[in-house]
């Protein structure tokens, strides 16, 4: 479907214009949504970008799972490197970024608001070459299941983060995160542990 048609469609829906459709909307809706109760337009306006974003991100070849929400202003680069699994909420403003390396999301994650997963460094040491021409450096993310990042975190290459970790709001995670670790600060440290 062509983003016009695309657009024609929501308009539709957004119009009550073609029930059926509504109606197959509301159960691909089911699937993407842990809450698909559609009151009013504005959220049915919210629901229909969320199915939009996800439905876009699938077709430029990112993997996502079943009942995986992506609020509608999150930014993904490198769709063909994205993973993600099942259950998993990403909040809004949240910028993911795969160059050469994967970054996968296991399940069960809750992302918060504004968290950067950044899968590449720019190359910087020669002071006699120019920063933007030494290149770049990807490294793999990897997120196992069960782990919470707080909001304004930021996930730097190469970082893995262990089943069940707390990644602290605003934290810079520069090191491997062990499972069931509470790690936050700058560069974020073990704070706690679930026990
Ligand atoms: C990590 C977090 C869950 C810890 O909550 P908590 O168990 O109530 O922790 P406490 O307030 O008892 O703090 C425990 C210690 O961790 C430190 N700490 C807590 N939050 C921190 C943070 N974001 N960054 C750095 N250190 C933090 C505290 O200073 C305290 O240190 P101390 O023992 O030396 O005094 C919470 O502080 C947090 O960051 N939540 C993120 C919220 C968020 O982003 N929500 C998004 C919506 S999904």
Redesign the pocket.
Known sequence: MSIFKKLKFLWEILNNKNLQEYCNFLEILKKRMPDPNLRNYESKLIHAMYLLSADLAEKNGMKIGSNTSIEPTVIFIGHHNIEIGDNVVI?SYCNIRAVDEKIIIGNNI?L??FVSIIGANHLCKDKNILINAQGVESKKIIIHDDV?I???SLILPGVIIGEGG?I????MVTDNVEPYH?V??VPAKV??KRT
């Open positions: 909040g809750m918060g608001q919470w707080g909001s304004n707390v602290a709001g605003g934290a509470i936050g600060g704070i706690g």
